[in-house]
């Protein structure tokens, strides 16, 4: 559990200049709430200037001189107990002062800007399907990822310094050697599927479901399994996302089709785990870099946890079904059993996020070839679409009919975010992993989760895995909770044992 063994005065001092730090960041990311929420077109002529300066006294602030003593003495203070929150917190702020310290401040500048613009370029060519319109911001976003990979340092590949900013510690080969693996045992899945994929139909959830409906429906579930509205609200935007301006305040949106019930449903289960993650971070570590997840890729076990191991579980629906057919009585003569498989049809699609369970890793391995194979420079930026719709045909026997639903479907890109889509399939290898843990661990556990009672998995996720925060590296979270590294094994376990049973395979 979180201690303080040696809350001296280095500690101190570091704790409060670490917490204005978190005041800029916290603040900046208000800022970014409000530009993917609420905020007129206009606001963005300036927007990027409002975050460009924060991002700059942030970074200031995070590499002075000053704080680099703060830490030395912190760390020297501190001792080597990795239990000991003043430890943690020492190490995490000197991690993230070093690897800052290597980009210049006006590079981290000159980028927040860019990313406004790309951001810009990005909606108006993903609007019209034209990607030569985002081409230019394109190249520009990879071109800084390139810089920031040189600034930063690496032994093996330019993408082991871009995971870095969201996967500590993880390596390019690691996450290619459980991709290959993923990728053979999945397959052969995919496969028999297709060959019975008659026998699960999504008719019932396509039809007309009323936005106001969706969204009340949607929050109720948000509530029942335990994101806490005293501390959070849901909003639409384009892409769904959650947003911690600390545990006090973690905010979630959505979006919502009225002609297809899933996207609102499970992209709110979905944020809703992210944000119960956050709001379960320790109270000691509120305005601190610990006060937050450990990593993406941990975050995403969350994220996927509850919106595809809970939320599209037929012991789920038992529970919720008849309420839903209440509030769209189209659904009235729709069983549940027919409605559970209408919510895991696997087709192999065109867009990521609207992704079945089976076909999603296939999208993240995709994106993960393109931003290595440009990095490595055997790719070229313009060639995109062309290799877009080449890799969508080899590996799913798809071929999207135009760019906004190819390779401008993502957000990622256009804030610069290059290193960032394994920790989606980390993250749903983890989201097994963690659950089946819960499930050797907790006694009862599934009888619980049948009544509906939530708070049981709650509760050992928050002492588990939310309480610390950022305390722990995550590989070394993923030992102590599990006992061992992070595999495919059971997520390609709990696959093939619920969708055999949905289409009737033999294995
Ligand atoms: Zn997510």
């Not at 943690?88 to 002062?97: N, S």
């Not at 790719?379 to 890799?391: G, S």
Request: net charge negative; proline share 4%.
């Amino acid at each position: 559990m979180s201690q303080t063994k040696t809350a001296g005065p280095a500690h101190q001092a570091l704790r409060a200049r670490l917490n204005e730090i978190a005041d800029l960041n916290l603040s900046a990311s208000i800022l970014s709430w409000d530009m993917e929420t609420h905020m007129p077109k206009g606001g963005y002529a300036t927007r990027g200037e409002h975050l460009a300066t924060l991002s700059r006294h942030s970074h200031a602030l995070l590499t002075s001189a000053e704080t680099r003593g703060l830490i030395d003495a912190a760390r020297a203070e501190a001792g080597d107990d990795p239990d000991d929150d003043a430890v943690a917190l020492a190490a995490v702020a000197d991690y993230d002062a070093t690897r800052a310290a290597k980009l210049p401040g006006s590079f981290v500048a000159e980028r927040a800007r860019a990313q406004t613009r790309a951001h810009t370029d990005w909606i108006e060519a993903r609007k019209t399907s034209n990607f030569k319109h985002f081409l230019p911001a394109l190249e520009s976003m990879f071109d800084f990822a390139r810089r920031q990979a040189d600034y930063l340092g690496y032994d093996d590949h330019p993408y082991d310094a871009l995971l870095g900013n969201y996967e500590r510690g993880m390596k390019t080969r690691d996450v290619a050697a459980i991709f290959a693996d993923l990728r053979a045992r999945t397959l052969p899945l995919v496969r028999a599927i297709a060959a019975h994929a008659d026998r699960v139909s999504d008719a019932c959830v396509r039809g007309h479901f009323s936005q106001a409906d969706q969204l009340a429906f949607s929050a109720r579930l948000a509530a029942a399994v335990g994101y806490d509205f005293e501390r959070g609200r849901i909003d639409l935007s384009a892409h769904p996302f959650a947003i911690n301006f600390t545990r006090h305040d973690v905010r979630i949106t959505t979006r919502v089709y009225e002609d297809f019930l899933n996207p609102c449903l499970f992209g709110t289960l979905h944020e809703s785990g992210h944000a119960m993650y956050e709001q379960g971070t320790a109270l000691e570590y509120v305005r601190t870099p610990l006060g937050r997840g450990a990593s993406l890729g941990v975050h995403e076990s969350q994220s996927r946890m509850w919106e595809n191991i809970v939320g599209r579980s037929l012991w789920f629906w038992k529970r919720w079904y008849p309420e839903l057919q209440q509030v769209f009585p189209g659904l009235a003569t729709t069983s549940l059993e027919t409605f559970y498989g209408a919510i895991n049809k696997v087709s192999p699609s065109l867009i990521r996020v609207e992704a079945d369970e089976v076909t999603y890793n296939f999208h993240i391995m995709l994106r993960f070839e393109i931003e290595t194979g440009v990095l490595e420079g055997k790719l070229k930026l313009a060639d995109m679409p062309e290799i877009w719709r080449a890799r969508m045909q080899d590996g799913l026997g798809v071929t999207p009919p135009d760019d906004a639903q190819g390779c401008l479907q993502d957000i990622h890109w256009s804030s610069g975010m290059v290193g960032y889509f394994p920790t989606y399939s980390l993250g749903n290898l983890l989201s097994a992993q963690f659950f089946a843990q819960a499930q050797q661990e907790v006694p009862g556990l599934q009888a619980a989760l049948d009544r509906g009672e939530y708070g049981v998995l709650l509760a050992w996720l928050r002492e588990r895995i939310h309480h610390h925060g950022r305390k722990y590296p995550p590989a070394d979270l993923v030992r102590r909770v599990t006992g061992g590294p992070i595999s495919a094994g059971p997520y390609v376990d709990y696959l093939w044992a619920k969708f055999g049973a949905l289409y009737g395979l033999s294995q």
